[in-house]
């Protein structure tokens, strides 16, 4: 679907990052509200520009144990006399070449070594080479944590001289200031920018999700649309036409209307951290709603582009209106044979082994995650909860990516020992062309004599594919995939 009717939002607004952009054809759609600036910078800060490579492997044959007494030998330094640089110095470090500085208050980094590490990816970093981070990192508040200044703190290499300081504290307007005032009963996993999920108990107290309790995900300030002046625009193939669509004409394409779950590929994160930390917003298992959507399919919007299915290495990559200090759009892509099946959906983001850690990875090695694994959790009873002894009704969801259909859901009260089946609600589901969560309760009987019960679920899907019963061999450094059997602790009243 290309236009959603759930929220204001046409664009982009709940995608996931593209980490680095693909190296084959790419289509472009993106969104505006003014004028068109197709292919604005997400390519020229693209982190697999070939100076990024080459100086890659430059910095893998120097060698780690190089780099990092380089390293110390600076942080020390920098500890016992800090030395004193000017702002036109910083500013002449912007690039690998030059080695790439920035600053956070009065003080100045080398964050050289750490761009290719970098959680957000090298071309965000980038943005602020050779300048102050203040502004940026008003943006993404992400990095209003401690483990973040800690992370940085190892790369000072001194402070901006007396006269500089000053010009340092960069006054930034507040980007959020017009953020949508949002449901009270959201969770909030961060506020700037704002990302919260629905409680437990409200998760699946309806098949769709109420639109006010739809779960969050936003990498930016949320843009503000005007309806007669926002435009969609589609690069067409080379040498064929482009595309610039109002929302009325998007309403002349046929409409229609198809029930979608939407899971955040960081869904019930916070259970990997607890084995293992990771990087990322801490979801638990509510990073995940369902609306019914309606409007243009992207198939047909692309056809009318002149895109055909033959152009088979193409990307469509999507620009989104949120767009940070610089103009530069949030994006993702998704393959053009993927677009062009009237019946697909979108996902992104990549997994690693449990082996691999941030001085390991390498992104290029592993695809992007296009479908999410089989996945269910229990939103009721809540954790920690007192339930009354005698009878017990667990409720949650089910789901699965690449339009796999839940066909089963099984429950244990005591940790995986034993199983019942639950029952499965919602709309029926065609095989493989199921694109919404199956709701799901179990009522049994509360064992005779147990204080406390281990409530697991797990479900299976069409392919038979079912949930590992543990995080430990799924762990990945991006806290991403999580779909281990999900446990609730309760209490059973005496
Ligand atoms: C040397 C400076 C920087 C350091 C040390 C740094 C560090 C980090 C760390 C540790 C994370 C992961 C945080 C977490 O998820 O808990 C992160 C994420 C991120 N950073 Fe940075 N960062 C720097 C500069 C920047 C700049 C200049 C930008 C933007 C222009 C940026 C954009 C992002 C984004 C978009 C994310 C991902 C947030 C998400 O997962 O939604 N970073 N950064």
């Known amino acids: 679907m ?9 664009g982009l607004r709940q995608a996931y990052r593209l980490k680095s952009a693909p190296s084959r054809l790419c289509i472009w759609a993106c969104s505006t509200n003014d004028s068109f600036q197709p292919q604005r910078s997400s390519h020229a800060f693209s982190g697999d520009n070939s100076s990024t490579r080459g100086w890659r492997v430059m910095g893998t044959l120097l060698g780690l144990g190089a780099v990092l007494a380089y390293h110390d030998h600076w942080c020390r330094a920098a500890q016992e006399s800090p030395r004193i640089y000017t702002r036109e110095e910083v500013r002449s470090h912007s690039s690998p070449e030059t080695g790439i500085w920035v600053t956070l208050g ?7 070594e750490f761009v290719d590490l970098h959680p957000g990816g090298p071309s965000k970093l980038m943005l602020a080479a050779g300048g102050p981070l203040e502004p940026f990192w008003a943006l993404y508040a992400v990095h209003n944590q401690s483990h973040v200044r800690e992370i940085l703190a190892q790369y000072k290499i001194g402070e901006l001289s007396p006269d500089d300081k000053a010009a340092s504290i960069l006054k930034t307007s507040d980007p959020y200031a017009d953020d949508p005032i949002r449901h009270p009963a ?4 961060s506020q700037r920018p704002f990302n919260a999920e629905p409680p437990p108990e409200l998760l699946t107290e309806n098949y769709i999700t109420p639109n006010p309790i739809f779960f969050t995900r936003n990498h930016l300030p949320v843009p503000n649309l005007d309806p007669d002046t926002y435009r969609l625009h589609v690069v067409g193939p080379p040498g064929g036409q482009s595309l610039c669509l109002s929302l009325d004409d998007l309403y002349q394409f046929p409409k229609h209307e198809i029930t979608v779950t939407l899971q955040c590929a960081g869904n019930r994160r916070s259970e990997m951290t607890r084995f293992k930390e990771v990087r990322g917003l801490e979801w638990s298992a509510g990073a995940i709603s369902t609306a019914r959507w309606a409007g243009a399919r992207l198939c047909d919007v692309l056809s009318q582009a002149g895109h055909h299915l ?3 290495e193409a990307h469509v990559c999507f620009e989104g209106l949120d767009s940070d200090p ?3 759009a949030y994006g993702a892509s998704i393959p053009l044979a993927r677009a ?3 019946e697909a959906e979108r996902r992104d983001y990549k997994g690693f082994s449990p082996s691999v850690d941030w001085d390991t990875v390498d992104f290029d090695s592993a695809p992007s995650i296009q479908e999410l694994p089989v996945q269910s959790a229990i939103t009721q009873p809540k954790d920690g909860e007192t339930i009354e002894s005698g009878e017990v009704t667990v409720k949650g969801y089910a789901w699965s990516g690449g339009g796999r259909a839940v066909v089963r859901v099984d429950v244990s009260l005591d940790g995986g020992l034993t199983w019942q089946v ?3 609600d919602g709309e029926e589901q065609r095989a493989r062309k199921a694109w919404a969560w199956r709701l799901w309760q179990l009522q049994a009987p ?3 004599g147990k204080k406390e019960l281990n409530i697991v679920c797990k479900a299976v899907d069409d392919s038979y594919n079912v949930q590992p019963d543990t995080v430990a061999p799924i762990w990945n450094l991006r806290g991403v995939l999580s779909n281990a059997w999900h446990h609730v602790h309760v209490h059973v009243a005496p």
């Open 446 to 448: 509360v064992p005779a």
């Open 422 to 424: 639950a029952e499965l």
């Open 340 to 342: 062009m099946d009237p």
């Open 186 to 189: 959201l969770k909030v996993n």
């Open 310 to 312: 033959s152009e088979t």
């Open 106 to 112: 009065s003080e100045v980094f080398d964050v050289t």
């Open 2 to 10: 290309l236009l959603l009717h759930r929220t204001v939002v046409p």
């Open 326 to 328: 610089t103009g530069t």
